[in-house]
């Protein structure tokens, strides 16, 4: 298992993602912003929302605005804060992306490198249907795979557990070493890991028909 990354190293890592996520969502056309994400039930516009607020947030001021718009439940505060936050106007969106990168919220009990997962898998989910081009995979999706793993944060005890990934076009690999192997580009394995079946989709292997299945 890769040693994790110090957590200054991280909060960078969040930053960088942040704005390179603000300059490929500057050559969306307008009318990608209303299409569906791969985020079920949320628009384009609401995925960055969400990933606007988080940025601009604090951990505090999170759990009381979620619970003020949805007292019932926190993912419904969640998804309201997000949709209300997207009703932005595009432009203004990605500016304010751009602009708090830096932001330090992570959710109660867990390190930046969820923020770096979110950003990653929230852009994905953006990008890939409208058209644009997704990050390429590198040491700081290796980061976030592993944390996947190590916290059971996405599919925890399901059969992603026992699938040894690896990412091509990376050069690296999370999972047990003798379970059946998942194939493809690091950015699906991370969608994979994340519970969408649209980077299940892009893999290959005995460790891809296990999770199709």
């Known amino acids: 298992m890769p040693a994790s990354p110090d957590t200054a190293t991280v909060r960078t890592w969040v930053a960088e993602a942040r704005v390179d996520l603000a300059d490929?969502?500057?050559a969306l056309p307008?009318?990608?912003?209303?299409?569906d994400s791969l985020c079920a039930g949320w628009r384009v516009r609401d995925v960055i929302g969400h990933l606007v607020h988080l940025a601009e947030t604090s951990r505090a001021r999170m759990v009381v605005e979620a619970a003020r718009v949805a007292p019932a439940t926190l993912n419904g505060g969640v998804t309201k804060l997000a949709r209300r936050a997207g009703a932005a106007e595009p432009a203004d969106l990605v500016r304010r992306l751009?602009?708090?990168?830096?932001?330090?919220?992570?959710?109660?009990?867990?390190?930046?490198?969820?923020?770096?997962?979110?950003?990653?898998?929230?852009?994905?989910?953006?990008?890939?249907?409208?058209?644009?081009?997704?990050?390429?995979a590198d040491e700081r999706t290796l980061a976030v795979a592993v944390?996947?793993?190590?916290?059971?944060?996405?599919?925890?005890?399901?059969?992603?557990?026992?699938?040894?990934?690896?990412?091509?076009?990376?050069?690296?690999?999370?999972?047990?070493?003798?379970?059946?192997?998942?194939?493809?580009?690091?950015?699906a394995v991370l969608l994979a890991l994340a519970g969408r079946p649209e980077g299940v989709a892009d893999l290959t292997g005995p460790g891809a028909d296990r999770l199709s299945r």
């Open 24 to 26: 490929r969502l500057d």
């Open 30 to 35: 307008a009318e990608a912003w209303d299409a």
């Open 98 to 136: 751009r602009e708090a990168g830096g932001g330090g919220f992570t959710p109660p009990g867990i390190g930046p490198v969820a923020a770096l997962g979110e950003t990653f898998v929230h852009g994905s989910d953006v990008l890939r249907p409208t058209g644009g081009t997704p990050r390429p």
């Open 147 to 187: 944390f996947y793993r190590r916290t059971g944060f996405a599919f925890g005890s399901r059969p992603a557990a026992k699938v040894r990934f690896t990412a091509d076009d990376a050069g690296w690999s999370v999972g047990p070493e003798d379970g059946p192997p998942a194939h493809g580009p690091g950015e």
